[in-house]
C-alpha cells in the first residue's frame, strides 16, 4: 500500500476533537519559553497554553511534550485529563505513532467512560492505520489496524469514526488479500501447488469483496489443473464467469479450461 493521504473526513475529525478538548485561557500568557520549557515548572494554564500555541505552529513533538508536562507537574487538575488526549493527538501529527497509541490506550484506561473516549479509540486505529506498508513486508501492523477499526466500529456504530473505519477496513482487507495473492503467486511459481491453491481460496473465501478475488479465481483454475483436478477447475471458471463474466481473468480461464480441460464438467 502507498503512503496514504488523509482524508478530508479525518482532517475535519482531528480539527473538531482538537478544538473540543481546548479550554479557554483568556488570561494565560504566551511565553516562548526556552527550548527546554518543557521541563520547567509552570502555572498549568499556561503550560497547556503554551502547548497549545506549538501545536498551531506546527512542533507537534514539543507540543507532545508540554502536554505530558501538564499532567506529569498537574495530576489532579482537570487539565490533565485534556493534555492526556492532546498529546495523543500531537504524537499523531507528528508521526510518532506507537507513543500515539499509548498515550491514547493510557487515556481510555484511566478515563474509559470519558466523551472523548471514542475519538481515543479512533486515534488508536488511525495510527496503525497509518502504518501500513506495501505488501511485501510483513502484515502484523495491517492486522492490528484490521482489529483496531473494527473496535471503533463495535463500539461507536452510528458515529462518524465508525463510517470513516468502514472505509478504511475495506483498504485493509485489500491489504491483506493482497498479501495472500503474493504469497500464492510465488508459491506457484516455484511449483508448490497445493500451498498456493490455500492461499488463493483463503482469498475467495475470506476477502471474496475485495478486488483480488477475480485474479484468485482463476489462479485457483490454474492450480486445480496443475494438481490433475480438472473437475475443480471447471467448477471455479464457472464461478468466475457467474461473478465476473466481463473480467480478463474470466477470459483466461475459459481459455486455460478450453485447452486443457474441454468436455469436463464440474464436481
Not at 150 to 156: D, L, P
Not at 169 to 174: A, G, M, P, S, T
Not at 203 to 215: G, I, K, L, M, Y
Request: charged content about 20%; some cysteine.
Amino acid at each position: 500500500m502507498t503512503t496514504k493521504t488523509r482524508s478530508p473526513l479525518k482532517l475535519a475529525l482531528i480539527a473538531t476533537v482538537a478544538a473540543s478538548t481546548v479550554l479557554t485561557a483568556g488570561c494565560a500568557g504566551r511565553s516562548s519559553g526556552p527550548k527546554d520549557t518543557a521541563y520547567v515548572a509552570r502555572d498549568v494554564e499556561s503550560l497547556y497554553a503554551e502547548a497549545k500555541r506549538r501545536l498551531d505552529g506546527g512542533n507537534a513533538t514539543l507540543a507532545a511534550a508540554l502536554f505530558d508536562e501538564v499532567e506529569r507537574q498537574h495530576p489532579y487538575s482537570p487539565w490533565a485529563r485534556r493534555a492526556q488526549l492532546m498529546s495523543a493527538f500531537s504524537y499523531y501529527v507528528g508521526r510518532d505513532y506507537n507513543k500515539s497509541i499509548q498515550s491514547a490506550q493510557r487515556f481510555l484506561s484511566i478515563h474509559p467512560g470519558n466523551r472523548d473516549a471514542p475519538y481515543a479509540y479512533y486515534l488508536i486505529s488511525l495510527s496503525y492505520y497509518e502504518q501500513i506498508s506495501d505488501v511485501t513486508r510483513d502484515q502484523k501492523i495491517t492486522e492490528q489496524s484490521m482489529a483496531a477499526l473494527t473496535e471503533v466500529i463495535r463500539r461507536f456504530p452510528n458515529t462518524a469514526y465508525a463510517s470513516d473505519a468502514r472505509l478504511k477496513l475495506d483498504l485493509v482487507n485489500d491489504h491483506l488479500a493482497g498479501k495472500e495473492m503474493e504469497i500464492g503467486r510465488f508459491y506457484e511459481r516455484s511449483g508448490r501447488w497445493l500451498s498456493a491453491q490455500i492461499r488463493f481460496q483463503n482469498v475467495v473465501d475470506n476477502f471474496q469483496t475485495t478486488s483480488h478475488a477475480p485474479e484468485a479465481l482463476f489462479r485457483l483454475t490454474e492450480t486445480s489443473l496443475a494438481l490433475g483436478i480438472p473437475e475443480e477447475a471447471v467448477k471455479y471458471a464457472a464461478v468466475l464467469g457467474a461473478n465476473y463474466p466481463g473480467s480478463k481473468w474470466y477470459d483466461k480461464a475459459y481459455d486455460l479450461v478450453q485447452k486443457n480441460a474441454a468436455g469436463v464438467t464440474a464436481s
